[in-house]
Antibody, heavy 114, light 107 residues
Framework: QVQLQESGPGLVKPSETLSLTCTVS????????WSWIRQPPGKGPEWIGY???????NSNPSLKSRVTMSVDTSRNQFSLKLSSMTATDTALYYC????????WGQGILVTVSS | EIVLTQSPATLSLSPGERATLSCRAS??????LAWYQQKPGQAPRLLIY???KRTTGLPARFSGSESGTDFTLTISSLEPEDFAVYYC?????????FGQGTKVEIK
């Protein structure tokens, strides 16, 4: 059974860069896209971007200049960096598999506050 | 960006009743539409993908259909565990997008 687990800070200061890692267990990164999704409190999800196991990636144009994604196949992990954080970036951040999101992490609440 | 409009925002029904949830796309998404169920404090759970394909183990009471840019999730007879928020999502055009959700609540 594939399992995903997000890790990173729960609190980020305005203007700082958020760094999150997703660790995949029970399966390989190979041959899949790996996605980052966020969900502001009480709202619907938003796709941040996805990274292929080869390292190629694509991010939402609404966030594109702020997003960096990478993979580490040796550790079975993929990562997200989101720069210039503001209060509007406060959300539950999820990692998930593919473009049909069949496996999800439990999510990590990231609050942007000084 | 493709906008997915879900209706109604809230559906108030009793257990045993039929639920019909709609998702309309602002342009063609082919059949690349999925449905997710989300309960409080949980990640969304994939139910249906490619408009009508059910995930392994999904109860038969859940079904998906499409007509052009209109998509429907039907729950034939609501069970207590089905009361939740449901989202549609398209993967036809980047950025992939979600609808704003339909909450199915107990009447």
């Amino acid at each position: 059974q594939v399992q995903l687990q997000e890790s990173g800070p729960g609190l980020v200061k305005p203007s700082e860069t958020l760094s999150l890692t997703c660790t995949v267990s029970g399966g390989s990164l190979n041959s899949y896209y790996w996605s980052w999704i966020r969900q502001p409190p009480g709202k619907g999800p938003e796709w941040i971007g996805y990274v292929y196991y080869t390292g190629s990636s694509n991010s939402n144009p609404s966030l594109k200049s702020r997003v960096t994604m990478s993979v580490d196949t040796s550790r079975n992990q993929f990562s997200l960096k989101l720069s210039s954080m503001t209060a509007t970036d406060t959300a539950l951040y999820y990692c998930a598999r593919g473009s049909i999101l069949d496996y999800w992490g439990q999510g990590i609440l990231v609050t942007v506050s000084s | 960006e493709i906008v997915l409009t879900q209706s109604p925002a809230t559906l108030s029904l009793s257990p045993g009743e039929r639920a019909t949830l709609s998702c309309r796309a602002s342009q063609s998404v082919s059949s690349y539409l999925a449905w997710y169920q989300q309960k409080p404090g949980q990640a969304p759970r994939l139910l249906i993908y490619d408009a009508s394909k059910r995930t392994t183990g999904l109860p038969a009471r859940f079904s998906g259909s499409e007509s052009g840019t209109d998509f429907t999730l039907t729950i034939s007879s609501l069970e207590p565990e089905d009361f939740a928020v449901y989202y549609c999502q398209q993967r036809s055009n980047w950025p992939y997008t979600f609808g704003q959700g339909t909450k199915v609540e107990i009447k």
